[in-house]
């Protein structure tokens, strides 16, 4: 209840809704607990995107960054009380196998995103799905 509180009021003080994602929509990430707003003009990185990529694909051997964005994100699953500026980087999907029961057909992701905190340079989450 407390995150459906904290993105109503962030969408009334900051009207300009998230950045995109190729391939996964605002949609399909808040259902996976991740909200993305555009970056606050006064929250600068203390990181680089560079910086960012590299902690990125110490998480995902062997892959490559398909898109890098900066966003305040709101993780709702578990709540957290306010945005947290991160480099949002994405992978490819393959990465990711799913892992069902035994017998079971294994999947890729379509969407692989990786949050990297924009002031620690800290791994927050990885995060994928279909």
Known sequence: ?????????????HPAIGPSVRGVSAERLSESGIVMLNAF???????TQGQA?????????GGTVLQTILAEVV???P???????CWVVSMPGSL???HGPPGSRQ??????????????GEFIQGSAGG
């Open 96 to 98: 990711i196998l799913s």
């Open 53 to 61: 990529d590299q902690i990125a694909l110490k998480q995902a051997p």
């Open 41 to 47: 003009p006064w929250h600068s990185p203390q990181i």
């Open 75 to 77: 993780l709702t699953n």
């Open 107 to 120: 999947r890729t992701a379509n969407w692989y995103l990786i949050l990297i905190d924009a002031h620690s």
């Open 79 to 85: 709540s957290s009380s306010k945005p947290r500026l």
């Open 1 to 13: 209840m407390a995150a459906i509180l904290v993105f109503a009021a962030l969408r009334l003080l």
